[in-house]
């Protein structure tokens, strides 16, 4: 769903949200319409996520966000992404379970079980986030995705498809009774029922994030690290912190980019684009391919929401659980995480206590008076930099509108393979094809393809591959 709003600012981004689920928007929405900062909306509209994109995001997970203080007109990146554990722990080869997912004509390797679970880092950095930028009361932040679960979450189209690829993970130990009831996987327009995360938020609500490093939540995540053979240790949640930084910066197209280098590669790819907007729709194809050219691997089931005040101040949040391990905390359904299980942010010898790499990368565009005027992020592990690039690329270089660069078929280079959803210019997927790539031409849209969430000041724009949403305030 895209929003377009024809009075366009030179001063700030309109006041609003995009993010990956229509119940996530409406969280965030409802803390905006209350005075809510822009912080205090990404912590509702996320804790939301965690209720309502449970295939994609969850509590135990972690993320990386861009925040833009307008009143000191700064930006800086956030890191709660996971921390590897073993902290005071004897090093013992730890037991994980493989499988292959299918996704489109690929199969894609895994590791799960409880091994596979880093240390949650997205509840520390929701509340360093709130208290540092937030106005709202905690508890209020937290009533939006009570609300969500207490009710069941219904279960959108895109969301379903993944569901049918994951079914062997999601459907693991406590899986079953949440994804398939009955014995019946559950389908779009279904309701997800999870009662045991409406306690778990009513803890959350109560004791605050910190419960998951050193109160309720961490004791029972904890005791089933020890029952089921995991790593986490609680050295390793009391020393884990939340980390502010600096954002990577590049030049593009009379633009400031700021974000996050790591593993994102966005720093790096996008300053090597030539102009597109001269070029034919061949052409540009053949252009991105070069410039993207070099990435593959596995899939990362992440989401992002952006959210913008009336004040000017703007949050980029990404977050995700990876595929998820397969465990859930028993009674308060509660899905671990298995970034140790994804073998595209392993980089060498893992150290107890480090932070993994990650892909992801929120990012603003700032114009020459330092004023934000484009923010987006997006899902997708390695197809996230290319479905970012081509988003930016189509509103900063083509003058598309948000809608227009969301909605646009995309292609994805992995190894010699060409990855086309329908509607890719032809002519262009035929010069590749005479040169060294494989074109894979996709039946359909698909979330392989990436989901990207942005605000500009002409609009606003959510992913129609993920079920994602967008709303601007009046």
Same mark, same amino acid.
């Given at each position: 769903?895209?929003?377009?709003?024809?009075?366009?600012?030179?001063?700030?981004?309109?006041?609003?949200?995009?993010?990956?689920?229509?119940?996530?928007?409406?969280?965030?929405?409802?803390?905006?319409?209350?005075?809510? %900062?822009?912080?205090?909306?990404? /912590?509702?509209?996320?804790?939301?996520?965690?209720?309502?994109?449970?295939?994609?995001?969850?509590?135990?997970?972690?993320?990386?966000?861009?925040?833009?203080?307008?009143?000191?007109?700064?930006?800086?990146?956030?890191?709660?992404?996971?921390?590897?554990?073993?902290?005071?722990?004897?090093?013992?080869?730890?037991?994980?379970?493989?499988?292959?997912?299918?996704?489109?004509?690929?199969?894609?390797?895994?590791?799960?079980?409880?091994?596979?679970?880093?240390?949650?880092?997205?509840?520390?950095?929701?509340? =360093?986030?709130?208290?540092?930028?937030?106005?709202?009361?905690?508890?209020?932040? /937290?009533?939006?995705?009570?609300?969500?679960?207490?009710?069941?979450?219904?279960?959108?189209?895109?969301?379903?498809?993944?569901?049918?690829?994951?079914?062997?993970?999601?459907?693991?130990?406590?899986?079953?009774?949440?994804?398939?009831?009955?014995?019946?996987?559950?389908?779009?327009?279904?309701?997800?029922?999870?009662?045991?995360?409406?306690?778990?938020?009513?803890?959350?609500?109560?004791?605050?994030?910190?419960?998951?490093?050193?109160?309720?939540?961490?004791?029972?995540?904890?005791?089933?690290?020890?029952?089921?053979?995991?790593?986490?240790?609680?050295?390793?949640?009391?020393?884990?912190?939340?980390?502010?930084?600096?954002?990577?910066?590049?030049?593009?197209?009379?633009?400031?980019?700021?974000?996050?280098?790591?593993?994102?590669?966005?720093?790096?790819?996008?300053?090597?684009?030539?102009?597109?907007?001269?070029?034919?729709?061949?052409?540009?194809?053949?252009?991105?391919?070069?410039?993207?050219?070099?990435?593959?691997?596995?899939?990362?089931?992440?989401?992002?929401?952006?959210?913008?005040?009336?004040?000017?101040?703007?949050?980029?949040?990404?977050?995700?659980?990876?595929?998820?391990?397969?465990?859930?905390?028993?009674?308060?359904?509660?899905?671990?995480?298995?970034?140790?299980?994804?073998?595209?942010?392993?980089?060498?010898?893992?150290?107890?206590?480090?932070?993994?790499?990650?892909?992801?990368?929120?990012?603003?565009?700032?114009?020459?008076?330092?004023?934000?005027?484009?923010?987006?992020?997006?899902?997708?592990?390695? =197809?996230?930099?290319?479905?970012?690039?081509?988003?930016?690329?189509?509103?900063?270089?083509?003058?598309?509108?948000?809608?227009?660069?969301?909605?646009?078929?995309?292609?994805?280079?992995?190894?010699?393979?060409?990855?086309?959803?329908?509607?890719?210019?032809?002519?262009?997927?035929?010069?590749?094809?005479?040169? %060294?790539?494989?074109?894979?031409?996709?039946?359909?849209?698909?979330?392989?393809?990436?989901?990207?969430?942005?605000?500009?000041?002409?609009?606003?724009?959510?992913?129609? =591959?993920?079920?994602?949403?967008?709303?601007?305030?009046?």
């Amino acid at each position: 769903m895209c929003v377009r709003d024809r009075t366009v600012s030179k001063q700030r981004l309109p006041a609003g949200i995009a993010a990956g689920h229509p119940a996530t928007v409406d969280a965030g929405t409802e803390i905006l319409e209350e005075g809510g %900062t822009a912080a205090d909306a990404a /912590v509702a509209a996320c804790l939301a996520s965690c209720s309502a994109e449970t295939l994609m995001t969850g509590l135990l997970g972690g993320g990386h966000a861009i925040y833009w203080d307008a009143g000191a007109r700064r930006a800086r990146n956030l890191d709660c992404f996971v921390a590897v554990p073993g902290l005071g722990a004897e090093p013992h080869e730890p037991e994980v379970t493989t499988l292959e997912v299918p996704f489109g004509a690929e199969l894609v390797h895994y590791a799960v079980g409880p091994a596979s679970c880093g240390v949650p880092g997205l509840p520390a950095g929701l509340e =360093r986030l709130w208290q540092e930028h937030g106005r709202l009361p905690w508890p209020r932040l /937290v009533e939006p995705a009570l609300r969500i679960t207490r009710a069941g979450a219904s279960l959108p189209p895109a969301h379903a498809a993944c569901l049918e690829m994951l079914e062997p993970v999601m459907t693991m130990n406590e899986g079953a009774r949440i994804y398939a009831p009955g014995g019946r996987l559950l389908r779009s327009g279904d309701v997800v029922r999870q009662p045991g995360l409406a306690e778990a938020l009513e803890v959350i609500a109560s004791e605050g994030s910190g419960s998951v490093y050193r109160g309720t939540i961490a004791d029972r995540l904890l005791e089933l690290m020890v029952e089921r053979g995991g790593l986490v240790t609680r050295q390793d949640l009391h020393t884990y912190e939340a980390r502010w930084s600096r954002p990577v910066e590049c030049a593009y197209r009379d633009h400031g980019v700021l974000t996050r280098a790591d593993l994102s590669g966005l720093p790096e790819t996008l300053p090597r684009l030539p102009p597109l907007r001269a070029l034919s729709a061949a052409a540009r194809v053949v252009a991105l391919v070069v410039a993207l050219a070099g990435t593959a691997g596995a899939e990362g089931h992440t989401t992002n929401l952006v959210t913008t005040d009336g004040a000017g101040n703007v949050c980029v949040l990404t977050t995700s659980l990876g595929l998820g391990s397969g465990d859930w905390i028993p009674g308060l359904d509660l899905h671990l995480n298995s970034m140790l299980g994804e073998a595209d942010l392993i980089r060498g010898a893992l150290e107890p206590g480090q932070r993994m790499q990650s892909m992801m990368a929120p990012t603003l565009a700032l114009d020459d008076q330092k004023t934000v005027a484009l923010a987006a992020g997006a899902a997708g592990g390695t =197809r996230l930099r290319t479905a970012l690039v081509g988003v930016l690329a189509g509103v900063m270089d083509e003058g598309l509108t948000a809608e227009e660069a969301v909605e646009r078929p995309r292609f994805h280079p992995a190894g010699q393979t060409i990855n086309a959803e329908p509607g890719v210019d032809e002519d262009g997927l035929g010069v590749l094809e005479g040169q %060294t790539w494989a074109v894979r031409r996709w039946p359909s849209r698909h979330h392989y393809f990436g989901g990207v969430s942005l605000i500009t000041r002409g609009g606003a724009a959510g992913d129609p =591959r993920r079920s994602g949403s967008a709303r601007l305030l009046a």
